[in-house]
Protein backbone atom coordinates (compact mmCIF):
# COMPACT_ATOMS: atom_id res chain seq x y z
CA UNK A 1 0.00 0.00 0.00
CA UNK A 2 2.68 2.40 0.44
CA UNK A 3 3.91 2.04 -2.43
CA UNK A 4 0.50 3.86 -3.60
CA UNK A 5 1.73 7.26 -1.97
CA UNK A 6 2.63 10.65 -3.69
CA UNK A 7 6.53 9.60 -4.62
CA UNK A 8 7.01 13.73 -4.50
CA UNK A 9 6.41 14.19 -0.80
CA UNK A 10 9.33 16.22 1.04
CA UNK A 11 11.97 13.95 2.59
CA UNK A 12 10.92 12.41 6.04
CA UNK A 13 12.65 14.00 9.17
CA UNK A 14 15.13 12.11 10.68
CA UNK A 15 16.46 11.32 14.28
CA UNK A 16 18.13 13.99 16.26
CA UNK A 17 21.62 13.24 15.44
CA UNK A 18 22.19 14.28 19.27
CA UNK A 19 25.70 13.87 21.03
CA UNK A 20 25.60 11.37 23.50
CA UNK A 21 28.89 12.26 24.69
CA UNK A 22 27.21 15.70 25.84
CA UNK A 23 25.48 13.43 28.36
CA UNK A 24 26.90 13.35 31.82
CA UNK A 25 25.44 9.72 31.86
CA UNK A 26 27.62 8.55 28.64
CA UNK A 27 30.45 6.86 30.19
CA UNK A 28 34.02 7.73 30.01
CA UNK A 29 35.48 4.60 30.14
CA UNK A 30 35.85 2.97 27.00
CA UNK A 31 34.63 -0.91 25.81
CA UNK A 32 31.89 -1.15 28.20
CA UNK A 33 27.93 -1.58 27.28
CA UNK A 34 26.06 1.14 26.76
CA UNK A 35 22.92 1.86 24.53
CA UNK A 36 24.03 3.70 21.07
CA UNK A 37 21.65 5.72 19.20
CA UNK A 38 20.88 3.21 15.49
CA UNK A 39 21.79 4.16 12.34
CA UNK A 40 19.83 2.27 9.45
CA UNK A 41 20.83 1.29 6.06
CA UNK A 42 17.42 1.42 4.75
CA UNK A 43 14.30 3.12 4.95
CA UNK A 44 12.89 -0.21 5.66
CA UNK A 45 14.96 -0.88 8.87
CA UNK A 46 14.29 2.49 9.91
CA UNK A 47 10.28 2.05 9.69
CA UNK A 48 10.44 -1.48 11.28
CA UNK A 49 12.18 0.12 13.99
CA UNK A 50 9.92 2.72 14.62
CA UNK A 51 6.78 0.79 14.36
CA UNK A 52 8.67 -1.90 17.34
CA UNK A 53 9.27 0.81 19.51
CA UNK A 54 5.72 2.72 19.05
CA UNK A 55 3.75 -1.16 19.77
CA UNK A 56 6.85 -1.46 22.75
CA UNK A 57 5.43 2.40 24.26
CA UNK A 58 1.83 1.02 23.95
CA UNK A 59 3.03 -2.26 25.97
CA UNK A 60 4.48 0.14 28.49
CA UNK A 61 1.41 2.35 28.91
CA UNK A 62 -0.59 -0.64 29.61
CA UNK A 63 1.93 -1.81 32.60
CA UNK A 64 1.70 1.55 33.79
CA UNK A 65 -2.38 1.38 33.83
CA UNK A 66 -2.70 4.23 31.22
CA UNK A 67 -5.67 2.63 29.68
CA UNK A 68 -9.12 4.23 29.75
CA UNK A 69 -11.66 1.90 26.84
CA UNK A 70 -10.61 3.22 23.79
CA UNK A 71 -8.83 6.53 24.52
CA UNK A 72 -5.44 7.10 24.55
CA UNK A 73 -3.42 7.59 21.22
CA UNK A 74 0.27 6.80 19.99
CA UNK A 75 2.02 8.50 17.16
CA UNK A 76 5.13 8.29 14.75
CA UNK A 77 6.06 9.74 11.26
CA UNK A 78 6.82 7.53 8.70
CA UNK A 79 10.63 7.57 7.73
CA UNK A 80 10.09 7.74 3.75
CA UNK A 81 6.57 9.62 4.13
CA UNK A 82 6.25 12.23 6.69
CA UNK A 83 2.60 13.34 5.83
CA UNK A 84 1.86 9.36 7.30
CA UNK A 85 2.03 8.80 10.23
CA UNK A 86 1.71 5.54 11.94
CA UNK A 87 -0.61 4.80 15.18
CA UNK A 88 -2.63 2.54 17.71
CA UNK A 89 -5.72 0.89 16.34
CA UNK A 90 -8.88 1.95 17.52
CA UNK A 91 -10.59 -0.20 20.27
CA UNK A 92 -7.82 -2.48 20.46
CA UNK A 93 -6.04 -2.39 24.14
CA UNK A 94 -2.84 -1.22 24.81
CA UNK A 95 -1.79 -4.32 26.21
CA UNK A 96 -2.76 -6.09 22.51
CA UNK A 97 -1.39 -3.66 20.45
CA UNK A 98 1.67 -5.38 17.87
CA UNK A 99 3.10 -4.90 15.12
CA UNK A 100 0.65 -6.51 12.16
CA UNK A 101 -2.56 -4.40 14.01
CA UNK A 102 -0.87 -0.86 13.77
CA UNK A 103 -2.41 1.61 11.18
CA UNK A 104 -0.66 4.30 9.24
CA UNK A 105 -2.90 7.54 8.40
CA UNK A 106 -2.67 10.47 6.43
CA UNK A 107 -3.33 14.03 7.99
CA UNK A 108 -6.91 14.03 6.36
CA UNK A 109 -7.75 10.61 8.89
CA UNK A 110 -7.57 8.60 6.15
CA UNK A 111 -6.84 4.86 7.07
CA UNK A 112 -3.65 4.25 4.01
CA UNK A 113 -2.57 0.87 5.59
CA UNK A 114 -3.51 -1.22 8.15
CA UNK A 115 -7.29 -3.17 9.16
CA UNK A 116 -8.69 -1.35 11.52
CA UNK A 117 -10.57 2.18 11.82
CA UNK A 118 -8.66 5.58 13.41
CA UNK A 119 -9.20 6.87 16.17
CA UNK A 120 -11.32 10.11 15.87
CA UNK A 121 -9.90 12.23 18.57
CA UNK A 122 -6.32 10.71 18.27
CA UNK A 123 -6.78 12.12 14.45
CA UNK A 124 -8.21 15.16 15.47
CA UNK A 125 -5.40 16.42 17.94
CA UNK A 126 -2.09 14.46 16.29
CA UNK A 127 -2.32 15.21 12.62
CA UNK A 128 -3.06 18.81 13.23
CA UNK A 129 0.06 18.90 15.56
CA UNK A 130 2.09 16.67 13.32
CA UNK A 131 0.95 18.68 9.75
CA UNK A 132 2.02 22.20 11.56
CA UNK A 133 4.83 20.75 13.12
CA UNK A 134 7.54 18.63 10.47
CA UNK A 135 9.98 18.36 12.94
CA UNK A 136 7.52 17.14 15.70
CA UNK A 137 8.25 13.01 15.32
CA UNK A 138 6.08 11.47 17.76
CA UNK A 139 3.69 12.37 19.95
CA UNK A 140 1.34 10.35 23.17
CA UNK A 141 -1.77 11.34 24.96
CA UNK A 142 -3.68 8.95 27.18
CA UNK A 143 -6.87 9.76 29.71
CA UNK A 144 -4.41 8.84 32.91
CA UNK A 145 -5.60 9.31 36.35
CA UNK A 146 -3.36 11.57 37.89
CA UNK A 147 -2.12 13.64 34.72
CA UNK A 148 -6.46 14.20 34.23
CA UNK A 149 -6.70 15.30 37.55
CA UNK A 150 -3.66 17.72 37.79
CA UNK A 151 -5.03 19.40 34.07
CA UNK A 152 -8.16 20.47 35.89
CA UNK A 153 -6.47 23.07 37.92
CA UNK A 154 -4.61 24.82 34.86
CA UNK A 155 -1.48 25.65 35.97
CA UNK A 156 1.90 24.57 35.44
CA UNK A 157 4.21 21.98 37.35
CA UNK A 158 6.16 23.44 40.31
CA UNK A 159 10.05 22.03 40.50
CA UNK A 160 9.20 20.67 43.47
CA UNK A 161 12.09 17.80 43.14
CA UNK A 162 14.63 17.12 40.08
CA UNK A 163 12.32 14.79 37.73
CA UNK A 164 9.66 17.60 37.81
CA UNK A 165 12.93 20.36 36.84
CA UNK A 166 13.00 18.16 33.54
CA UNK A 167 9.83 19.82 32.92
CA UNK A 168 10.65 23.30 33.84
CA UNK A 169 10.13 26.03 30.99
CA UNK A 170 9.26 23.11 28.75
CA UNK A 171 5.74 22.59 28.87
CA UNK A 172 2.59 24.60 28.61
CA UNK A 173 -0.49 24.64 29.58
CA UNK A 174 -3.30 24.66 26.77
CA UNK A 175 -6.76 26.41 27.75
CA UNK A 176 -8.57 26.39 24.48
CA UNK A 177 -10.76 23.68 24.09
CA UNK A 178 -10.79 23.17 27.44
CA UNK A 179 -12.66 20.03 28.81
CA UNK A 180 -14.59 19.43 24.89
CA UNK A 181 -14.54 16.01 23.75
CA UNK A 182 -11.76 16.81 20.33
CA UNK A 183 -14.13 15.48 18.12
CA UNK A 184 -14.11 18.36 15.46
CA UNK A 185 -10.93 19.47 13.28
CA UNK A 186 -10.86 23.03 14.61
CA UNK A 187 -9.96 21.72 17.93
CA UNK A 188 -6.62 20.11 17.17
CA UNK A 189 -6.09 23.42 15.20
CA UNK A 190 -6.64 25.29 18.57
CA UNK A 191 -4.21 23.50 20.00
CA UNK A 192 -1.20 22.71 17.85
CA UNK A 193 0.18 26.15 17.83
CA UNK A 194 1.28 26.02 21.67
CA UNK A 195 3.66 23.04 20.54
CA UNK A 196 6.13 25.11 19.92
CA UNK A 197 9.72 24.51 21.47
CA UNK A 198 8.33 22.29 24.56
CA UNK A 199 8.50 18.62 24.91
CA UNK A 200 4.98 18.84 26.73
CA UNK A 201 1.56 20.15 26.91
CA UNK A 202 -1.33 20.10 30.14
CA UNK A 203 -4.44 20.33 28.71
CA UNK A 204 -6.92 21.47 30.66
CA UNK A 205 -9.70 19.56 31.62
CA UNK A 206 -8.60 16.91 29.59
CA UNK A 207 -4.91 15.61 30.29
CA UNK A 208 -1.51 15.53 29.35
CA UNK A 209 0.15 15.54 25.91
CA UNK A 210 4.02 14.98 25.02
CA UNK A 211 5.80 15.37 21.69
CA UNK A 212 8.92 14.23 19.81
CA UNK A 213 11.26 15.90 17.38
CA UNK A 214 13.73 12.68 17.98
CA UNK A 215 11.98 9.57 18.66
CA UNK A 216 8.82 7.51 19.90
CA UNK A 217 10.69 5.74 22.51
CA UNK A 218 11.60 9.78 23.80
CA UNK A 219 7.76 10.82 23.70
CA UNK A 220 6.52 7.99 25.96
CA UNK A 221 9.10 8.32 28.31
CA UNK A 222 8.58 12.15 28.94
CA UNK A 223 4.92 10.66 29.29
CA UNK A 224 5.40 8.73 31.65
CA UNK A 225 7.27 11.26 33.67
CA UNK A 226 4.91 13.93 33.54
CA UNK A 227 2.31 11.96 34.89
CA UNK A 228 4.59 10.43 37.74
CA UNK A 229 5.15 14.30 38.49
CA UNK A 230 1.43 14.94 38.55
CA UNK A 231 1.08 12.09 40.92
CA UNK A 232 3.65 13.66 43.21
CA UNK A 233 2.66 17.02 43.05
CA UNK A 234 -1.06 16.21 44.01
CA UNK A 235 0.45 14.05 47.02
CA UNK A 236 2.52 16.87 48.44
CA UNK A 237 -0.04 19.62 47.69
CA UNK A 238 -2.78 17.08 50.08
CA UNK A 239 0.06 17.80 52.64
CA UNK A 240 -1.03 21.36 52.61
CA UNK A 241 2.17 21.85 53.49
CA UNK A 242 4.09 24.37 50.95
CA UNK A 243 7.28 22.65 49.35
CA UNK A 244 10.09 23.68 48.70
CA UNK A 245 10.56 24.57 45.16
CA UNK A 246 14.23 24.09 43.28
CA UNK A 247 15.56 27.39 42.31
CA UNK A 248 15.10 28.46 38.40
CA UNK A 249 19.14 28.26 37.84
CA UNK A 250 19.19 25.19 38.84
CA UNK A 251 15.50 23.99 37.82
CA UNK A 252 17.16 25.30 34.28
CA UNK A 253 20.38 22.94 34.92
CA UNK A 254 18.23 19.87 36.01
CA UNK A 255 16.11 20.43 32.72
CA UNK A 256 19.37 20.73 30.01
CA UNK A 257 20.94 17.29 31.98
CA UNK A 258 17.81 14.72 32.66
CA UNK A 259 15.31 16.80 30.43
CA UNK A 260 16.26 16.43 27.06
CA UNK A 261 15.10 14.14 24.05
CA UNK A 262 18.17 11.96 24.27
CA UNK A 263 17.88 11.14 28.09
CA UNK A 264 14.37 10.52 27.66
CA UNK A 265 15.43 8.08 24.82
CA UNK A 266 17.97 6.42 27.10
CA UNK A 267 15.59 6.29 29.94
CA UNK A 268 12.94 4.35 27.42
CA UNK A 269 16.00 1.76 26.35
CA UNK A 270 14.95 0.06 29.99
CA UNK A 271 11.58 -0.34 29.20
CA UNK A 272 12.50 -1.81 25.41
CA UNK A 273 14.43 -4.37 26.96
CA UNK A 274 12.76 -5.39 29.91
CA UNK A 275 9.52 -5.78 26.57
CA UNK A 276 11.18 -7.30 24.15
CA UNK A 277 12.35 -10.07 26.44
CA UNK A 278 8.85 -10.59 28.05
CA UNK A 279 6.48 -9.87 25.37
CA UNK A 280 7.75 -11.33 21.96
CA UNK A 281 4.06 -11.56 20.83
CA UNK A 282 4.76 -7.61 20.37
CA UNK A 283 6.59 -8.12 17.12
CA UNK A 284 3.42 -10.37 15.60
Given at each position: ?????????????????????????????????????????????????????LVAACR???????????AGHLTVRDPEHPELYWTNPMCVHFSQVKVSNLI???????????????????????????EAHPDIMAMCHAHTV????FASLGRPL???????AAFFEDHIV??????????????????CDWF??????????????????????SAAFWFIALERCCRQQLLVEATGIKPTLVSPDRSRYSRDHVGSEYIGWLHFQTIWSQLSKTQPDMFE
Open positions: MLDTVNKAATAAPTALQLDAKRSLYYPKQPGVIFPDIPSFDTVEEERQHRKERAFDQHGFDYGFLADHQGRVVEGDYAINRAGFVLHAAVHYGTADPISQDAIKDEAGQVALEEKAGLAVKDVKAAIHQNHGLLTASRHSIE
